[in-house]
């Protein structure tokens, strides 16, 4: 069983989860099937508060746990996803997170590719918010700006100035079934809010360019 080393002997650890959403309606039904009855699951807390960044640090202060999960609504997580993703809590680490896979035949194909080159965790990319586990106390001297786009991008970034790292795990089963969002939207983001500078994006884009014929390839066959 799963214990935290600062919990007492014998205690096991407890997760509120926080699912951020427009309408209840949109959450998927196998993420709340997953989470229910969930022996690590303590609480639920469901947030339709907007924009997405605020939405987030309210709703995790309402925690009453040390660790909360978040989840995007249009993800599917394994009934281990708990065990899995405990492993990685250490005293130095603020947030950990997993790649997930998209339903996308195109992108999975792409991931695939990209994946026989590079681990997809270590690569330079988003810090996959869809899916999180993080400290509540992060949350408290939090002021993000309002935003939907690149909000995730600030939360890792406010994290790692506190000394903590964001931990980025291989694929251990989520699943996220939500469209893409536009790049050219994304990498104007990353570019207005000085995530990335003009080289870092360059070389991403860079990248797609070379890997692209290679998952197209893959996706057909």
Request: hydrophobic share 40%.
């Amino acid at each position: 069983m799963i214990r935290h080393s600062n919990l007492r002997r014998g205690e096991i650890l407890k997760i509120d989860v926080v699912i951020p959403t427009r309408s209840r309606n949109h959450i998927r039904s196998e993420l709340l099937k997953a989470l229910s009855n969930n022996f690590f699951v303590n609480k639920i807390i469901i947030t339709e508060e907007k924009p997405l960044s605020i939405a987030r640090k309210n709703a995790c202060l309402k925690a009453s746990t040390e660790w909360v999960a978040m989840f995007d609504d249009d993800v599917i997580i394994p009934q281990n996803y708990f065990q899995e993703i405990l492993k990685h809590i250490n005293d130095d680490v603020g947030a950990i997170s997993s790649v997930t896979e998209p339903v996308d035949p195109h992108l999975r194909a792409y991931q695939t590719v990209i994946s026989k080159f590079f681990p997809l965790q270590k690569i330079d990319t988003a810090p996959h918010i869809n899916n999180v586990l993080i400290r509540k106390n992060v949350m408290k001297n939090y002021n993000p700006p309002p935003l939907f786009l690149s909000e995730d991008l600030f939360l890792r970034e406010h994290v790692e100035s506190l000394g903590y790292k964001w931990k980025v795990i291989g694929n251990i089963g989520v699943i996220h079934v939500g469209k893409r969002k536009s790049g050219v939207e994304i990498g104007a983001a990353y570019r207005r809010y000085a995530h990335y500078n003009l080289y870092q994006l360059s070389r991403r884009f860079l990248a797609r360019l070379i890997f692209a014929p290679f998952a197209v390839f893959s996706a057909e066959n």
